[in-house]
């Protein structure tokens, strides 16, 4: 196996281009590497794993690197199945410095043993983002249209939406072309803003790449399949079916994928309505869950996915066929929900428009639904007019007498307006400098109630993270990285101290994981295994664990989280408390402690708590 990692940096201003070598041993990754890159450039970074190309399954992941221009910290973003084409180039990372005089169009191309073609091609952005299914599909469709002419085999596009250009918080889409055609299994680097980022910092808005060189990868499955029985007593197969088990289909909720399986098993956890459900009794959200999810929203998606089986792979051959699809749109668990329930919206016709009209738009799926939900509870409350926001509407925001179709609808249309809002930055809807800023510009302006209702986690002075899906505190620890699953999100109450070891834990699992780019479906074996293969290929086991440990360190030595700010963060904490008393009866002496301690001062409480956390991740991530 190839000992060293070949970076190819790249200059946008100049076009100039080198190639620069780190051995396997100092570096092992996107993650490490890109981290060092980034620490040196300041540059983006765009990489695989050492084992894309090989036969073991989700690695072929791509993993982009970088200081985030939402987060403001180094972080890590990731996109399934794009890795398979970039192995085509013969290198391990793209690194971006520099920005191009116009926006423009970068064509990646090698063709067999020949050096890599690296050529900058202007694009009218606005003219493509009219285009065919607009926005960032437009312009994937006008990129292909003019450079795939150039490659002998099927490339791949990354691409940015008019988000980049508007807000921090744009993502990065691409999508398997098959024959000649864009397939409408998109893939997404959305946390982080990195499309804000390509496009902003660097004057990009798209890369295209591909090619015919073949390296040495890794495809001995008899030996393989010696290492998995060794230690699982199965072939790699066997076991990747059942790792990803929830993720192709779940017998035991007759569902699948992850929105299929977390929306049926959600039960009093839902969470809707810009998070206003924890304020609810159980019994409320029950018959919530029951008449909105499973009796509609789950029961649509089972009926036009799951039954006929409309799945597919994220471009690399994989068992998990974890993308479920309905036409031309593909649903998972966190944009349908933050732009399903979290924001009124309990039926699949209304959130596909909606999540389509933001994917089109190129945003991190995620932040927008969070964002969008926050609007909408302040147009509901009366805190922002209408015509503040550049809308004629207000939500109906509220379970009782809510209308399931008419009323998700109704939502869904002005969750569309206010993209288009964002887009445009009409009236106050401007987060071209991000949402957490406008956020206290808003509270000073018309009262601490705007800020309040809008939950999020906080880096340094403007750093935010609409957090992931999930009723649980580990969702809004003080990490380095947060909007990932480099957090524990169990439902178990832990004092907050042991949750802060635990997401230490949790980071480094993950890491392990990405630093290879394999795909976290796959965790329930690659979480042990891939220590053990990059021994047996390298010889570099123990190295590689201690690897992970110091990059964990340098990642958590920038760490500038910021205790919690909006009033929802602590009463998002306190509601969980209790439940996990009142409705799991978990009976550990702290959790009574702790809600004591919320009952009596919610603000002095959530800031003991946070450190407590805090304290916990410090004490497990240092660099020795």
């Known amino acids: 196996m190839d000992t060293n990692q070949k970076v190819l940096l790249i200059d946008a201003a100049t076009g100039f281009y080198k190639i620069e070598r780190f051995p396997v041993g100092a570096f092992f990754g996107p993650v490490d590497l890109g981290l060092s890159m980034a620490g040196k450039y300041q540059s983006l970074n765009i990489g695989v794993g050492l084992l894309a190309g090989s036969i073991f399954p989700g690695s072929n992941r791509m993993v982009i690197t970088g200081f985030s221009p939402c987060w403001g910290g180094f ?13 085509n180039l013969g290198i391990n990372m793209l690194s971006l410095v520099g920005r191009a005089p116009a926006p423009s169009v970068l064509c990646l191309n090698r063709m067999h043993g020949e050096e890599i073609q690296v050529v900058l091609e202007p694009v009218r952005m606005e003219q493509a983002f009219a285009s065919g299914r607009g926005g960032a599909y437009g312009l994937m469709q006008q990129v292909l249209e003019r450079f795939g002419d150039r ?134 959200r029950l018959d919530l869950h029951r008449r909105f999810i499973v009796e509609h929203y789950l029961s649509q998606f089972n009926e036009q996915t799951i039954l006929p089986r409309q799945q597919r792979t994220c471009g690399e051959p ?22 399903g329930p979290l924001c009124g919206v309990f039926d699949q016709e209304a959130a596909e428009r909606l999540n389509h009209h933001a994917d089109a738009y190129g945003f991190d799926a995620i932040s927008a639904g969070g964002v969008l939900a926050w609007f909408m509870e302040c147009l509901d409350q009366g805190l922002i007019t209408p015509a503040e926001l550049g809308v004629s509407h207000r939500p109906v925001f509220d379970a009782k007498g809510f209308s399931v179709a008419t009323d998700s609808r109704h939502n869904a249309a002005l969750g569309m307006a206010l993209l288009d809002a964002m887009i445009e930055r009409r009236g106050l809807a401007d987060l071209s400098e991000g949402a957490r800023r406008l956020a206290r510009l808003l509270a000073r302006d018309k009262g601490s109630a705007v800020l309040d209702c809008f939950l999020y986690t906080a880096y340094a002075r403007n750093g935010w993270m609409v957090p992931n899906q999930y009723w649980t505190p580990g969702t809004l620890s003080p990490m380095a990285i947060m909007g990932k699953y480099y957090m524990h999100y169990g439902k178990e109450f832990l004092p907050p101290r042991e949750l802060g070891r635990r997401d230490a834990q949790r980071f ?97 409480a959530g800031l003991s708590y946070w450190y407590e956390i805090h304290k916990g991740i410090q004490e497990s991530l240092r660099e020795f």
Request: aromatic residues 12%; charged residues 30%.
């Open 75 to 87: 972080f890590i973003s990731s996109m399934g199945g794009a890795g398979l084409v970039f192995d």
């Open 151 to 284: 490659y002998l085999t099927d490339p791949r596009i990354l691409a940015v939406g008019p988000a980049a250009l508007a807000t921090d918080f744009g993502a990065i889409v691409s999508a398997p072309i098959e024959d000649g055609k864009i397939s409408f299994v998109d893939t997404w680097a959305g946390r982080g803003g990195f499309g804000s980022k390509l496009l902003r910092e660097h004057n990009l808005a798209a890369v295209i790449y591909g090619g015919t060189y073949a390296d040495e990868d890794f495809r001995d499955r008899k030996v393989a399949d010696t290492w998995f029985d060794d230690r699982y007593k199965k072939r790699l197969a066997a076991k990747d079916l059942e790792a990803t088990t929830k993720y192709r289909f779940e017998p035991e909720f007759n569902t699948g994928g992850t929105l299929g399986v977390n929306f049926a098993s959600l039960g009093g956890r839902i969470m809707a309505f810009n998070y206003r459900t924890i304020y609810l009794r159980e019994d409320e």
């Open 318 to 339: 994989c068992t998990a066929v974890c993308k479920k699809m309905h036409g031309e749109y593909k649903k998972d668990y966190e944009p349908y929900q933050t732009m």
């Open 508 to 604: 480094l699992r993950e890491l392990i994981m990405d630093n290879l780019g394999v795909c976290r479906f796959h965790r329930g074996w690659a979480e042990e295994m891939l220590p053990e293969i990059v021994g047996s290929l390298w010889g570099l086991k123990d190295e590689y664990l201690r690897n992970i440990a110091v990059t964990a360190g340098r990642i958590n030595s920038r760490n500038a989280s910021v205790s919690w700010e909006p009033l929802r963060a602590l009463d998002f904490i306190h509601t969980f408390l209790k439940r996990a008393r009142e409705v799991e009866n978990q009976s550990d002496p702290k959790l009574s402690g702790w809600i004591e301690a919320f009952d009596k001062d919610k603000r002095e």
